[in-house]
């Protein structure tokens, strides 16, 4: 892949020549403009004889070798040249040379020979700025729109039309570097998380996407990795050009650096959030076959690591000995249970802690509204970060920070589920001396979170098998190789699911969610393809109607029209969510998992434990690391529908087969997920009682959980 061009000079440096009686001027400058005024004024230009000056000027000069006089000579001679006309000095460090009048295009184009600065004459520019000031103009009303929306819709498509063409009016007249892509791209990033993902996505698309955006500028600012984050959420068919994807993040990396190194951080900041945005689309990762983030993480995160705003946010020092234990002897260690934004998996960590400590949950969404906002990254969730880190200034942010410091401030332990932004929050505010640990789930480690959470003020890392060597390599990649990360089985009620089965289930298949693109359910219905004898069911949250990005919604079409076909509707069962799963699932003798990804699957695990015969897709983005199989016993795991439709046959074949598979299986479930082995073990490592022996996690079929209780 070919390396970063190098970035456009932060600011552009634009010199205006005019005289004093000149009409007032548009105002060129911008987020990334910097400009100067020169007043020429006294002996008129027509007698100035320029070319005469400048062959006096070159009397004496030593041409450069190979190039053209009009282009490029001898610096001291440019010098000499200049000091003759002492107001024109300044064009040897400017980028732009514009005429604000006609009768001073003259030396605006002499300039521009000799400095190598771009020449703007009198008309040009004039025409230039009257669509710059069009294109501002409704490029500020969309803004607005978007800022002042309650009902999060987006702007009306003629206006966004009308952004568009005034756009490209705007990119046939202006210089390349007076075009205002900092501006637009500022505004892009600011309309993320102000409206729905897709919503915006669509905007930037329709708005920005497919017009002439000059480089190295558009680059640099940012806005042509915005513009890859917009093609990703809107094309149905996305191709898979990583290296256009990398590329473009690294330039608003590089952009965010020159920014930095002109004394601009909140610049900065905003390219670095395009850059952060693009490397962790979801559409590269989370709900794919394949991510090139599982692949290789520090390859593909290397833009983001280094720079000056990750620098500043994670404060990279030294690893420092981890604090293993609760810091008084007092009993029972005081614990708070935070519950990350999806909280849906710590009340069984913080009921196996109850036993020993006084716990007390910390439900970070409803104490913390404002983190409702954070389940994708955006520039604002930055600068929140940069406020808590004190480099930028929010009243409103600093009085959130020390509610959460005080909340966690005189505690044994803080055990903080799934590494979000909530976990970020914590690691910059945990105070020392207080225990920190952090439960990484599947989608965790693909989330743009994780970079950012300030690993050197974590003390353990919680994870499944299926993730153990990706999370240690992200940590690796960020710097990290001392902090324990530790393998634990998952805490699920086994024991309260029997294994009484209705009549036809020997052959009814089954999913416990399903309606996510990750679970991939078009993997089933290839799967009953495979035997009219079978039926589906299918529990949990519905799929009405298509959502999501563009090549979500399109999966989402086809799996509903399946779904309608009546030689499938005929054979499916949709049977919604049930607050007792344990109902829907005495008609399931056999339960699949044909997720992409995984880090345990607990629906799976409560269908085994019901008597279901277990049928583990190898989840293909983790399959290279192990996958599936690194969670449990390898004759329940396939790589194929074929494979599935095998397995099934096998140990379906008749009513006795079916009995003694199913038995096993449910047997060997209760075994490798004991629920009161799982809380012994959460409760030695999440208080630190004791270290486990540090060795390579395995698949182990015996009475310890697959990799259980190792660690790194």
């Given amino acids: ?227 890859e984050w917009g093609r990703l959420s809107t094309d149905p068919d996305p191709d898979a050009e990583l290296d256009r994807v990398r590329l473009a ?161 005189r505690r044994d332990v803080v055990f903080s589920d799934w590494a979000d932004a909530s976990t970020v929050w914590l690691s910059y505010v945990c105070p020392a001396g207080v225990r920190l640990v952090v439960r990484v789930h599947s989608v965790d480690a693909l989330d743009a979170w994780f970079p950012l959470v300030d690993w050197v003020n974590v003390d353990e890392v919680v994870v499944s098998p299926a993730l153990h060597s990706l999370v240690v390599e ?34 009814t298949l089954g999913m416990v969610g399903w309606a996510r693109r990750v679970k991939d359910v078009a993997w089933a219905l290839d799967l009953l393809d495979q035997d009219p004898r079978w039926r589906l069911v299918l529990i949990g949250h519905q799929l009405t109607e298509p959502r999501g990005s563009a090549r979500s919604r399109r999966y989402h079409s086809q799996v509903l029209e399946r779904l309608r076909r009546p030689d499938v509707a005929s054979r499916v069962e949709v049977a919604g969510w049930s607050d007792d799963v344990a109902v829907p699932l005495r008609r399931v003798g056999v339960i699949l998992s044909t997720s992409r990804r995984e880090s345990l699957h607990h629906g799976l695990v409560e269908g085994v434990a019901s008597g279901a015969v277990p049928v583990v897709r190898n989840w293909p983005i983790y399959a290279a690391r192990g996958g599936a199989r690194t969670v449990y016993p390898d004759d329940w795991v396939v790589e194929t529908v074929q494979e599935a439709a095998t397995r099934i046959h096998a140990t379906t074949a008749d009513d006795a087969t079916w009995e003694r598979a199913r038995l096993e299986a449910r047997q060997q479930a209760l075994s490798l997920f004991d629920p009161d082995r799982a809380a012994e073990l959460y409760r030695t490592t999440v208080l630190g009682v004791r270290r486990p022996t540090r060795e390579t996690p395995g698949n182990d079929p015996g009475p310890t959980p697959a990799g259980g209780g190792l660690s790194r």
């Fill in 249 to 409: 993040a690294a330039h608003a990396a590089e952009g965010s650096r020159a920014a930095a190194e002109s004394d601009r951080f909140d610049l900065s900041v905003g390219r670095w959030s395009d850059a952060w945005e693009l490397l962790y689309h979801r559409e590269l990762h989370t709900d794919v076959g394949s991510s090139p983030l599982v692949d290789a993480p520090g390859d593909w995160l290397a833009p983001l690591l280094t720079g000056p705003v990750p620098e500043a946010l994670v404060r990279h020092r030294p690893e420092g000995p981890r604090n293993t234990g609760p810091r008084t002897a007092r009993q029972p260690p005081s614990v708070v249970v935070a519950t990350g934004l999806s909280g849906n998996f710590h009340e069984e960590v913080a009921e196996a802690l109850s036993s020993v400590a006084d716990v007390r949950t910390l439900d970070v969404v409803r104490t913390f509204p404002r983190l409702r906002r954070h389940g994708r990254p955006s520039v604002t969730a930055l600068r929140e970060l940069a406020a808590t880190r004190g480099l930028l200034e929010d009243p409103r942010q600093a009085a959130r920070v020390e509610r959460l410091r005080r909340a966690v401030t």
């Fill in 1 to 227: 892949m070919p390396g970063p061009t190098r970035p456009a000079p932060v600011p552009v440096r634009v010199l205006v020549l005019r005289s004093s009686t000149a009409r007032p001027q548009p105002d060129w400058a911008g987020d990334a403009v910097d400009v100067t005024t020169v007043v020429l004024d006294g002996e008129a230009p027509s007698r100035l004889n320029p070319g005469a000056r400048l062959r006096r000027g070159l009397r004496r000069a030593t041409l450069t070798v190979g190039l053209p006089l009009t282009r490029r000579v001898n610096p001291g001679a440019v010098w000499r040249y200049l000091h003759l006309d002492g107001p024109l000095a300044p064009t040897l460090n400017a980028d732009v040379v514009l005429s604000a009048e006609p009768r001073l295009d003259r030396h605006v184009v002499l300039a521009a020979r000799i400095s190598g600065a771009e020449g703007v004459l009198h008309d040009t520019a004039r025409e230039a700025a009257e669509r710059l000031v069009a294109f501002r103009a409704l490029l500020q009303r969309v803004t607005a729109h978007v800022m002042r929306t309650a009902a999060r819709q987006p702007p009306d498509a003629a206006l966004v039309g009308r952004l568009r063409e005034a756009a490209a009016a705007l990119l046939d007249t202006c210089p390349a570097p007076l075009v205002p892509v900092d501006h637009v791209a500022a505004q892009a990033r600011s309309w993320v998380g102000r409206l729905p993902h897709q919503v915006t996505a669509q905007l930037v698309t329709d708005a920005f996407a497919g017009l002439p955006w000059p480089e190295p500028w558009t680059g640099a600012s940012g806005l042509g990795a915005r513009l």
């Fill in 474 to 507: 992200l940590l690796e990649a960020c710097g990290i190789t001392s902090l324990p990360v530790t393998v634990l089985p998952p805490l699920v009620g086994v024991r309260e699911l029997g294994p009484e089965k209705d009549d036809g289930a020997r052959c």
